[in-house]
């Protein structure tokens, strides 16, 4: 039997040296402003993108890669590693079409090969977390059904929510009207968003000011969580200081073994703009 091999792309928001590391695959999604067109986490990174935020006319929009870019990833896999078993583990399928891009991609590969693809339905180092356990597991020599069985875990286990600075980029992706953008604007609203069952994104709530939103997380994720030993993953865009002063209030009120760092990417970032922070909890 062949190696088992992993596969994601580059919204699970996995630094370069981790994947690197433990020798997973990523695929990158695209970042387009206008004309222009850039490899998510390839040829341009978080902070590249928001300094051209904050100066192109033009608003940025994400799409995802083509099933041949899949497909050679795949086919270069089994070349160098025959035999070799691939879990690909993507973006949800509910808000982008990277995870169907990644099965048309597994359908184009000759032979019979033991290609796995996965909808995540979620976003962020929330699948990232699962690409990263997955690619350890393989390392360790882990059985593919074993893989896949924590994959699942974990899934059910993680609780996810981003706080979201401005209301603007939300407006703007057609989330929001203009009214409500400019009235929450001026009331200082900070809107909490998750990830349902289905992978569709939704305001958990809105809270006037960080400091009230900040508060509800942790009252959600005491109802979730309560004191059982967990793993935080926080993230952040732009804002390292806020997100690391809201990593110690929950590190102060949670069992909290270990903690985990992340940049949340330019691909999010399309969707929800600077400012925004996000914290990924799992039981152990």
């Known amino acids: ?35 222009e067109t850039y490899y998510d986490a390839v040829t341009i990174n978080t902070q590249q993108f928001f300094e051209k935020v904050a100066v192109s006319p033009q608003m940025p929009t994400s799409s995802q890669p083509s099933p041949m870019e899949y497909q050679e990833v795949y086919e270069r896999i089994l070349q160098e590693d025959p035999g070799a078993s691939i879990i690909s583990i993507h973006l949800s399928g ?34 990232g977390m699962r690409v990263v356990t997955a690619a350890r597991m393989a390392r360790e020599g882990a059985s593919k059904e074993a893989i896949m069985t ?25 989330r929001i009207g ?29 809270m006037r000011g960080t400091k009230k939103a900040m508060a509800r997380i942790m009252d959600m994720l005491g109802d979730a969580c309560g004191q059982d030993p967990v793993i935080v993953t926080i993230a952040w865009n732009t804002n390292k200081e806020a997100a690391l002063e809201f990593l110690e209030l929950i590190k102060s009120r949670f069992n909290v073994q270990e903690v985990e760092y992340a940049t949340v990417g330019a691909v999010i970032g399309t969707h929800v703009g600077p400012g925004t922070m996000a914290v990924f909890v799992r039981r152990v």
């Open 178 to 206: 203009k009214a409500s953008a400019l009235i929450g604007s001026i009331l200082n609203i900070k809107p909490i968003l998750s990830l349902d069952k289905e992978g569709m994104v939704y305001a958990v709530d809105k």
């Open 150 to 174: 924590e994959i699942g875990r974990m899934e059910r286990e993680t609780q996810l929510y981003f706080l979201v600075d401005t209301l603007e980029y939300l407006q703007r992706g057609g």
């Open 94 to 127: 509910a808000v982008s079409g990277t995870y169907q891009s990644a099965v048309i991609g597994s359908s184009m590969v000759d032979g019979d090969p033991d290609i796995t693809v996965l909808d995540s339905k979620t976003a962020s180092y929330a699948y």
């Open 1 to 35: 039997m062949g190696n088992i091999r992993i596969v994601t792309d580059s919204a699970s928001d996995i630094p370069l040296a981790l994947r690197e590391e433990l020798g997973i695959e990523m695929v990158p999604l695209k970042i387009l402003f206008g004309e």
